[in-house]
């Protein structure tokens, strides 16, 4: 079946630690994307990438840096910047006519 | 700028009902739109995608509209269980806007009572 695999599904992060959270899709799309939810909240785009070796900031993206060296790959890496990190995770890709499927998340806590 | 708002925020119904969740946009120049369920601490699950084009999409007991013109589409539960329990979220694609983004409504908290 295709789908999007994150991975993993909890995550601990110690203060000054940076942390990659890794997403895989098989659908063949081209753009995936990198979104951050938060409790009671609505998601918030960090990063995108429309095609392999390219990718655009959204609208949270400082303190994350990402990397699209493959197309069925778009890791996320948190880095010790990212000041409030915990937060739910999700990772999508889409094809205009297919839409947009979701991973089933990342929770990212700092201890 | 495209706003997506959704009425109402939450809903308690008893099993069995039928039941309509509202979703506005102020841009009616969409390529599509997108119904989502997302239970609590889970991902979010694609339940129909309506393009711009077309007026209504059906999936067993859901069936959503499209109405370009009027800013808005609904999403239709027949007969509803307590396993349809979640958070229901329509949402647009920015196509050409600064970011290319999903644009998210507020959402629906639905409870469904056995």
């Known amino acids: 079946d295709g789908g999007i695999t994150q991975s993993p599904k909890y995550l601990f992060r110690k203060e000054g630690q940076n942390v990659t959270l890794s997403c895989e899709q098989n659908l063949n799309h081209d753009a995936m994307y990198w979104y951050r939810q938060d409790p009671g909240q609505g998601l918030r785009l960090i990063y995108y990438s429309q095609i392999v070796n390219d990718f655009q900031k959204g609208d949270i993206a400082e303190g994350y840096s990402v990397s699209r060296e493959k197309k069925e790959s778009f890791p996320l890496t948190v880095t010790s910047a990212q000041k409030n990190p915990t937060a739910f995770y999700l990772c999508?890709?889409?094809?205009?006519?297919?839409?947009?499927?979701f991973g089933s998340g990342t929770r990212l806590t700092v201890v | 700028k495209q706003e997506v708002t959704q009425i109402p925020a939450a809903l308690s119904v008893p099993e069995g009902e039928n039941l309509v969740l509202n979703c506005s946009f102020t841009?009616?120049?969409?390529?599509?739109l997108q119904w989502f369920r997302q239970d609590p601490g889970k991902g979010l699950t694609s339940l129909l995608l309506?393009?711009?084009?077309?007026r209504e999409q059906t999936s067993g007991r859901l069936n959503a509209s499209l109405d370009k013109s009027s800013g808005r589409s609904t999403l239709y539960i027949a007969a509803s269980q307590p396993g349809d329990s979640a958070t229901y979220l329509c949402a647009v694609p920015n196509y050409g806007g600064a970011t290319n983004k999903l644009i998210f409504g507020t959402g629906t908290l639905l409870a469904v009572q056995p």
């Open positions: 309506i393009q711009s084009s077309q």
């Open positions: 999508a890709s889409e094809a205009g006519a297919e839409g947009y499927t």
């Open positions: 841009d009616s120049a969409i390529y599509n």
